[in-house]
């Protein structure tokens, strides 16, 4: 059973910091491509950043330089350094796990943290 677990999320005042993780089980770590996604309310879930298997990053045009993903394949676990944090980045924080091939494509969830960013 894959299961991915996020956590870090909560209330930060506009500027903080907050840094979220993502332990997967179930799967083979290093074989997934692991991305964040967000979710606003009334709005489409969103790509933040993702982070290959060879380590290759890419992230939203939108963030300006502010997240930093990291992958530790020995711990299962992504994470998502979030800084200079604004209101706009109030969402649910997804994580994704992503394995493609020629003849798969192999896709899981984590089940969402909320970070709210308020003064």
């Known amino acids: 059973q894959v299961q991915l677990v996020e956590s870090g999320g909560g209330l930060v005042q506009p500027g903080g910091s907050l840094r979220l993780s993502c332990t997967a089980s179930?799967?083979?770590?290093?074989?997934?491509?692991m991305g964040w996604y967000r979710q606003a309310p009334g709005r489409q879930r969103e790509l933040v950043a993702i982070?290959?298997?060879?380590?290759?990053?890419a992230y939203a045009d939108s963030l300006e330089g502010r997240f930093t993903i990291s992958r530790d394949n020995p711990k299962n676990t992504v994470y998502l350094q979030m800084n200079s944090l604004k209101p706009a980045d109030t969402a649910v924080y997804y994580c994704?796990?992503?394995?493609?091939?020629?003849?798969?494509?192999?896709?899981?969830w984590g089940q969402g943290t909320q970070v709210t960013v308020s003064s």
């Open positions: 994704n796990a992503n394995s493609r091939t020629w003849a798969t494509n192999l896709d899981f």
């Open positions: 179930g799967i083979t770590f290093s074989a997934y491509a």
């Open positions: 982070i290959r298997r060879d380590g290759t990053i």
